[in-house]
């Protein structure tokens, strides 16, 4: 059974940086794409960023662009997610999905991490 864990939350302060990382685990795991959701408390998840696992191509919400990065290594099926100058606004659980059947369809989930951003 092929799993997403997601790793590197945590508290930081504005203007500082994590870098959250996700791996896929099982014998066999493909996907079309692989990406970053977050969900703030009382809002809607969201779309972050998200990369091509064929082409590497990268695709990331407006709110991000410029702050946020990510990464892919084929060999490993793992994703990293590296955030430099959080703001406050930026707290939320960040979940790793895997569109596996098609480009755009998120249908696996990671349990979720914690970025908590201070002012």
């Known amino acids: 059974q092929v799993q997403l864990v997601e790793s590197g939350g945590g508290l930081v302060q504005a203007g500082g940086s994590l870098r959250l990382s996700c791996a896929a685990s099982?014998?066999?795991?493909?996907?079309?794409?692989m990406g970053w959701f977050r969900q703030a408390p009382g809002m809607e998840r969201e779309f972050v960023i998200a990369?091509?696992?064929?082409?590497?191509?990268?695709d990331s919400a407006d709110s991000v662009k410029g702050r946020f990065t990510i990464s892919r290594d084929n060999a490993k099926n793992t994703v990293n997610l590296q955030m430099n100058s959080l703001k406050p606004e930026d707290t939320a659980i960040y979940y790793c999905?895997?569109?596996?059947?098609?480009?755009?369809?998120?249908?696996?989930w990671g349990r979720g991490t914690q970025v908590t951003v201070s002012s």
């Open positions: 099982g014998r066999t795991f493909s996907s079309y794409a």
């Open positions: 990369i091509n696992w064929s082409d590497g191509s990268t």
């Open positions: 999905g895997a569109a596996r059947r098609s480009r755009s369809v998120y249908d696996l």
